[in-house]
């Protein structure tokens, strides 16, 4: 199993251009995440999927969507940069059952705006 | 979730065993302890979760105090790789939806010398 895999690994941006982040995973997880993490700082989520065609809002969903358009892939999109978004991304999956929840998370994507 | 403490950093030597302790004196009864750690650059990775019981897997051991208000793992031979940041969460796995979320702090730092 490849577990959750992220593309690109890095990226750079210019203020205003739109870009899409992908991440899949293998191991039938119905949960998906995308959080951010900047220096100094925890993960912060971003967005959240349940399963296929569900999405929730995390703690800091402005200048973000998602979409969840099958049970393996959760793509994150920037619609407009800004320099603010700039941070490393890490897509994380989870079974929803049974419990405890455990998360897997990706390699990151790290991306910078200019 | 119940709130975590943990020292800033520790080190150890290569083969020895680390000890990494985590206070969480405002655990509820059905809140696990979850332990994940983040080697430079990489995304978080989990090592290991217990409720109440001692847990051991193939990459550490988890000791929970009688009254769970503190945890320590141990990494029985460290070696130069397992030099990382490593994090105490406690969170109730039937958290749903972009609650489901984990709150990692600032963590402890692990330098593992020769």
């Known amino acids: 199993n490849a577990g959750v895999t992220q593309t690109p690994k890095f990226q750079v941006l210019k203020t205003g251009q739109s870009m899409t982040l992908q991440c899949a995973q293998d191991?039938?997880?119905?949960?998906m995440y995308w959080y951010r993490q900047d220096p100094g700082m925890g993960l912060r989520l971003i967005y959240y999927?349940?399963?296929?065609?569900?999405?929730d809002k995390g703690e800091v969903p402005n200048g973000y969507n998602v979409s969840r358009l099958n049970k393996r892939e959760f793509s994150l999109r920037l619609e407009s940069a800004a320099p603010s978004q700039t941070s490393v991304y890490f897509c994380?999956?989870?079974?929803?059952?049974?419990?405890?929840?455990?998360?897997?998370f990706g390699p990151g994507t790290r991306l910078t705006v200019t | 979730d119940a709130k975590t403490t943990q020292p800033t950093s520790m080190d150890c030597a290569e083969g020895r065993a680390a000890n990494l302790p985590c206070n969480h004196s405002t655990i509820s009864g059905n809140e696990y302890v979850y332990w994940y750690r983040q080697i430079h650059s990489q995304g978080p990775q989990y090592i290991i979760h217990g409720l109440k019981n001692n847990e051991t897997n193939e990459m550490a051991s988890l000791i929970i105090t009688e009254d769970r208000k503190s945890s320590t793992l141990i990494l029985p031979h460290a070696t130069l790789r397992d030099t990382a940041v490593y994090y105490c969460?406690?969170?109730?796995?039937?958290?749903?939806?972009?609650?489901?979320?984990?709150?990692f702090g600032k963590g402890i730092t692990l330098s593992v010398r020769p």
């Open positions: 994380a999956s989870s079974h929803r059952d049974p419990q405890p929840i455990v998360q897997y």
């Open positions: 969460i406690v969170r109730n796995p039937a958290d749903t939806g972009a609650n489901s979320k984990l709150t």
């Open positions: 999927s349940a399963s296929e065609g569900t999405t």
């Open positions: 191991m039938n997880h119905n949960s």
